[in-house]
């Protein structure tokens, strides 16, 4: 499914059709802290995105924006994420990027 073609539905429809493939095998995690969770998925749709899990909470979080496109963390959670995706937003670009060709992720530093 496209970003562009199918919008925000075809978006969240391909994000939880991966979660049900089996997400904890196929997505690597890249970074934990807090007991928060960092991943991203191999060849995954646009816009360019990591997931983080918090406490059963689970959010799909935009690089170039640090929004949230899907789902929900805590405010403390949702902070302490966006504080750490900032520091780290070319890392996250750059394992964006080899997550599209298949390449392995690069482990980025835990927010201190």
């Known amino acids: 499914m ?3 073609l199918g919008g925000e539905l ?9 979660e049900e493939e089996g997400a904890p095998a196929a997505m690597p ?3 934990r802290f807090f ?3 960092i991943a991203m998925y191999h060849n995954e749709h646009d816009p360019p995105h990591f997931h983080a899990r918090y ?3 689970k959010a799909l979080i935009d690089i170039e924006t640090l929004t949230v ?3 929900r963390l805590s405010p403390r959670a949702l902070g302490l994420v966006v504080e ?6 070319e890392e996250l670009l750059e394992n964006w990027r080899l ?3 298949q390449a392995s992720l690069k482990r980025i530093q835990p927010l201190e």
């Open 35 to 37: 007991g928060i969770v």
């Open 84 to 89: 750490w995706a900032a520091l780290h937003r």
């Open 2 to 4: 496209s970003w562009r």
């Open 69 to 71: 496109l899907e789902g």
């Open 99 to 101: 997550a599209r060709r």
């Open 55 to 57: 406490a059963g909470q």
């Open 10 to 18: 075809n978006f969240v429809l391909e994000c939880s059709k991966q």
């Open 29 to 31: 995690e890249i970074s």
